[in-house]
């Protein structure tokens, strides 16, 4: 970044009570100006939104042994340690980019995390127990208005047009209606239900868009169907991958790509890093070991065959087991990675590796114009 640039904005923000740390050394040299990161989605994703939900069934990961290996305390992050915006913020040399829910919190120099575990981008997918991306962006827009009262208008669209948004959407929209056989799956074909999804995906980014975001980071591509929960569906078959989630998967990640293709001509300024995970997941599940991995079928935390029964943390007063050693798994719990996985991906992501982010921009890129 030219220095006379940056040096420029740090004179713009110093008008401002929102950076007042700015202005109390103004002759102090230049200061590094770090983009903010706002996060969206699902259970990749969410640093605790959930446990400031109102509801009994809940997908919250707020009881030992959540967290064991990094914070030593359950935040509400469903692995156990950091997730991929953990690391991604770190990369970027930002701190943990707290929950949206959390109260008293209302700093957003460095961004803000509204991801909800179990939320999807139709409204139905587990209504009443998530945030939904729609009530999710409306969030955002309540960020954006307190920006506006802060910076200005003209402040708050600079501010969030440096800004970087991550989102991982989709996953739950394809688990729970393949399981459940829900009415709106049931009665659309596989093409016009992925529409849809990405349909609603497509209309958030624009509504971030004129908002003034036009750094996107895109997360697909989670082997839904191996996760361990998803291997023991079938008494007859227990073990196997289950087919239809992952054609719904590679369904999805195709559609996304096409759409955010188009938008890049439709949208002027519009860039984006679109990251697809299926390749070096599957592949560190079937082959644990060449990268330094025991296990990559069964869960550490869960009970049941492969442990593919949701019982992690003994919610309900269940009962679980836990494996000893957590660094040699690929799944923590029956639906999600341990954070050891997150961290390799996280970093194949930031450098752009090429069978992750192929042709798009890696997130580094992203961070630095
Ligand atoms: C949360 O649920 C409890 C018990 O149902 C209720 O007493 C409380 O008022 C609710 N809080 C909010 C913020 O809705
Ligand atoms: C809790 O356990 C009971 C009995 O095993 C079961 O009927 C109920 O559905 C469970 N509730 C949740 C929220 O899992
Ligand atoms: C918000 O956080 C930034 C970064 O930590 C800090 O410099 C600033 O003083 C905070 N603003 C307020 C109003 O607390
Ligand atoms: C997304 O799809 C649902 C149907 O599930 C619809 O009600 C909602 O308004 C759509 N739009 C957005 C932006 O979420
Ligand atoms: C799902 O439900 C539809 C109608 O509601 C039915 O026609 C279809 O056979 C069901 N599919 C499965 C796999 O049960
Ligand atoms: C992905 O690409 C990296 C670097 O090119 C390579 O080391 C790695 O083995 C690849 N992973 C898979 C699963 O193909
Ligand atoms: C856990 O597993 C890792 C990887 O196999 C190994 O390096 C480490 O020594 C193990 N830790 C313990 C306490 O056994």
Request: net charge positive; glycine share 10%.
């Amino acid at each position: 970044m030219a220095s006379s640039r940056l040096h420029i904005f740090v004179l713009a923000f110093c008008a401002s009570l929102l950076f007042p740390s700015n202005c109390s050394h103004g002759d102090s040299g230049l200061q590094e100006k770090r983009a903010a990161l706002f996060i969206f989605g699902d259970s990749l994703f969410d640093v605790g939104n959930n446990n400031y939900i109102n509801t009994t069934i809940s997908f919250k990961a707020n009881n030992w042994p959540y967290g064991e290996t990094f914070f030593k305390y359950p935040t509400g992050r469903a692995s156990d340690g950091r997730l991929i915006p953990d690391f991604i913020a770190e990369y970027a040399k930002l701190p943990f980019i707290p929950p949206y829910l959390q109260p008293g919190f209302n700093n957003y120099t460095y961004g803000v995390n509204f991801a909800s575990a179990g939320g999807g981008a139709l409204s139905e997918t587990h209504q009443g127990f998530v945030k939904d991306l729609k009530t999710q962006v409306s969030y955002f827009k309540n960020v954006e208005k307190q920006l506006r009262h802060k910076l200005g208008d003209a402040g708050a669209y600079t501010f969030l047009s440096e800004a970087v948004y991550l989102i991982s959407i989709g996953s739950n929209d394809y688990y729970t209606p393949v399981l459940t056989n829900s009415s709106l799956f049931a009665s659309h074909s596989h093409e016009e239900y992925v529409g849809m999804v990405v349909g609603n995906l497509t209309d958030v980014i624009k509504e971030i868009y004129k908002k003034g975001g036009r750094k996107f980071g895109f997360a697909n591509g989670v082997p839904l169907g191996c996760i361990p929960s998803m291997r023991i569906l079938k008494p007859e078959n227990i073990g196997d991958c289950a087919e239809e989630v992952t054609a719904l998967v590679k369904l999805h990640s195709r559609v996304v790509a096409k759409a955010l293709l188009k938008l890049k001509s439709q949208l002027h300024g519009f860039r984006y890093s679109n990251a697809n995970f299926y390749t070096p997941l599957t592949d560190t599940i079937n082959n644990p070991s060449k990268y330094g991995f025991k296990e990559g079928k069964m869960a550490c935390c869960g009970s049941g065959p492969y442990r593919g029964i949701m019982s992690c943390g003994g919610k309900n007063g269940s009962e679980f087991q836990l494996c000893d050693n957590v660094t040699e798994y690929v799944f923590f719990d029956s639906a999600h990675p341990t954070e050891r996985v997150y961290q390799k991906i996280s970093k194949l992501w930031w450098s752009g590796s090429p069978n992750v982010t192929k042709t798009s921009n890696n997130l580094k890129e992203l961070f630095e114009v």
